[in-house]
């Protein structure tokens, strides 16, 4: 629960998406080999899955192995550009649609020195307070889980600054896995929100290539994954190719604007790898800095 909440709000478990990015991030500490391009099994804590987990068809170690790439790279990269500002003196940051994000419970050093505000739905995210108070983590201070009710027009900018956050001092503002569900509109509005923070502000957004756009090995598995969605009720709505999305940003407000594709992750944190291991083509990476 929030700040703002009260005792008897009532409390919704994770989004499957969120508890499979958890899941993902935990099966590459037990499936893979080291070096490990991020260490989380605290994720796996919070989500409390069966014993069987591991034998589920979405955790098979093979056939999803560029999936579980992304997850852990994407989340690697964040943190270490979230790290490198708060150096030099970035004080918030922000992560929309957090799910199991457990940055703040891996990396306290860090997020201590920051005030560190996650979004995410009303319902899940009260479910993950509690769990977090079950598993004995604190909810400092510094710590600020911001519940939003987007399925009823909820605004996050809104709930964000009533929850502390200061528009004049810059900010890291992190969305990964989102800008696939949203519209065109919905994502330019974002950004132009974004892009009117303060003077050295970062956003780190994910988005999704079109199939023609991806390797071509990949492409079976992403139609299956989109037709999957659909049927789910959670419909891919956006994709962009790199130079579309760099043109959103900086036409959205954004001064400067950087394509990290997924080759880019692979050679920053695969490259000694022996075991193949490597992001999946299909998201890649925006970077755009106020």
């Known amino acids: 629960m929030s700040e703002n909440s009260t005792p008897d709000e009532p409390t919704a478990a994770a ?19 080291a070096p490990h391009v991020l260490e989380d099994e605290i994720g796996l804590r919070l989500a409390a899955p069966d014993d069987g987990w591991r034998h589920r068809p979405d955790m098979d170690p093979h056939a999803t192995s560029r999936n579980r790439a992304s997850i ?24 929309l649609g957090a799910g199991l994000d457990t940055f703040a419970q891996r990396s306290p050093e860090i997020a201590s020195r920051l005030r560190v505000f996650e979004v995410d739905q009303s319902g899940p995210q009260a479910w993950k307070r509690q769990r977090l108070i079950e598993l004995g983590f604190a909810v400092p201070e510094w710590l600020r889980l911001v519940p939003v009710d987007f399925e009823a027009g ?3 900018w809104e709930r964000l600054t009533a929850a502390g956050f200061d528009t004049a001092r810059p900010a890291v503002v992190a969305s990964t896995g989102v800008a696939m569900y949203l519209t065109r509109d ?61 043109a959103l940003a900086r036409e959205s407000g954004f001064g400067q604007a950087r394509h990290v594709s997924a080759a880019d992750l692979a050679q920053r944190y695969f490259a000694d790898r022996t075991d193949g291991l490597r992001p999946s083509s299909a998201e890649q990476l925006l970077v755009a800095t106020v």
């Open 154 to 156: 909820g605004s996050w």
């Open 15 to 33: 989004e499957s998406t969120a508890v499979r990015v958890a899941l993902w991030r935990a099966l590459h500490a037990q499936a893979d080999p």
């Open 72 to 95: 852990v790279a994407r989340a690697r990269f964040i943190e270490d550009l979230v790290a490198a500002e708060a150096d030099h003196g970035v004080s918030q940051y922000v992560i």
């Open 186 to 246: 919905a994502i330019t509005d974002t950004l132009r929100q974004i892009a009117a923070l303060a003077p050295g502000s970062t956003l780190a957004m994910t988005f999704m290539l079109p199939l023609e756009l991806m390797e071509a090995e990949e492409r079976p598995r992403q139609e299956a994954t989109e037709k999957f969605a659909r049927a789910a009720g959670t419909p891919f709505l956006s994709h962009f190719a790199p130079p579309e999305m760099l």
